[in-house]
């Protein structure tokens, strides 16, 4: 008899399924129907997660992309705040460029009944310093029913003094630490230490001055003088200031801009405060305003928050994608 193969007729009719067969695969089918549709249930919850992270960053950066002037435009009358922290300096916080853009969008804000300058540094770049008290004298001839005031907390000292004399008054806690009004510079000398080790100190130079003060070679006597003439020069300008900005309730007191400082309570007598008082105090009963809303420009610590919260979020979603292709 023919076949195809080597399988007799019988052996091909046995191969066909049989009614005990059945129950299984079914249960395997549906397994595998039941995995797909939890992973399909999965990962349609997971993107509601991630689309509800995204709308809560989006939200966020709406926010707080709004700049103090726009939320305060609409705040009641109130007493508006601009704080110096730290080192006064280009490259810190407490910078010129920073500092005055908040005190600009207080005086141009039409609810703010005042402003406070409040201080706690230890002072920092005459320069910054400068442009800070220019900016706030022309700001004060261009709406002069405005009152500006410094509070200081802990201390203002040196740079953060000549910031606070552009101030209406000065009011401090009784120990807080005021004054330094002198001008230093400091550097260090090796020359020992060099000729010590047998190292020898190369400076090519054009121009006979251009190593002024260099740390490695002995100091001139010509250069000490020009140092101390330009330090004298700048000096000068903090007096000037300082005697402008205060006037004649100043003590005559020779140690005043010998680079002293006092505590508040000591600072009372000389002149360079005109009372004890804080924040609070100053804004209901001198400024007539208690709510006090702060107008410092703090941009950078949402930027670095936006731009890694960003970051994490696009690889969260990069990583969800490609789950999703293997």
Not at 223 to 250: C, E, P, S, W, Y
Not at 256 to 275: H, K, M, N
Request: glycine residues 8%; hydrophobic residues 45%.
């Amino acid at each position: 008899m023919a076949t195809f193969g080597d399988f007799p007729p019988s052996d091909i009719n046995s191969s066909r399924p049989t009614a005990e067969a059945d129950p299984w695969e079914r249960k395997v089918l549906q397994d595998l129907a039941f995995a797909a549709i939890k992973e399909q249930r999965a990962s349609r919850r997971w993107g509601y997660v991630f689309k509800g992270f995204i709308l809560l960053y989006l939200v966020a950066i709406l926010v707080m992309g709004m700049s103090n002037k726009e939320i305060q435009a609409h705040a009641e009358a109130h007493t508006a705040l601009v704080e110096i922290n730290g080192v006064i300096a280009a490259d810190a916080e407490a910078n010129a460029d920073t500092i005055v853009t908040g005190i600009r969008d207080a005086f141009e804000s039409p609810r703010a009944q005042g402003l406070i300058l409040r201080l706690n540094t230890p002072g920092g770049s005459p320069v910054q310093s400068g442009i800070i008290n220019d900016e706030i004298q022309r700001l004060q001839a261009t709406r002069p029913d405005f009152p500006v005031y410094a509070v200081i907390q802990d201390v203002c000292a040196s740079g953060g003094y000549y910031i606070a004399v552009s101030a209406q008054e000065i009011y401090a806690d009784k120990a807080s630490i005021v004054g330094s009004i002198g001008v230093r510079m400091d550097s260090f000398g090796f020359t020992d230490t060099l000729s010590k080790l047998g190292i020898e100190r190369r400076s090519l130079t054009a121009g006979e001055n251009k190593a002024f003060l260099d740390p490695f070679m002995p100091m001139k006597e010509q250069d000490i003088t020009h140092a101390k003439g330009m330090l004298n020069n700048i000096h000068q300008q903090f007096i000037d200031v300082v005697k402008a900005g205060r006037g004649d309730r100043l003590a005559n007191n020779p140690a005043l801009f010998s680079g002293l400082f006092w505590s508040g309570e000591q600072a009372l007598p000389l002149g360079l405060i005109d009372g004890l008082a804080n924040s609070g105090t100053v804004a209901r009963d001198k400024v007539g305003a208690e709510k006090i809303i702060d107008y410092t420009p703090r941009p950078d610590y949402f930027d670095r928050f936006a731009g890694r919260f960003g970051a994490s979020m696009s690889q969260a979603l990069f990583n969800l994608s490609a789950a999703k292709v293997q």
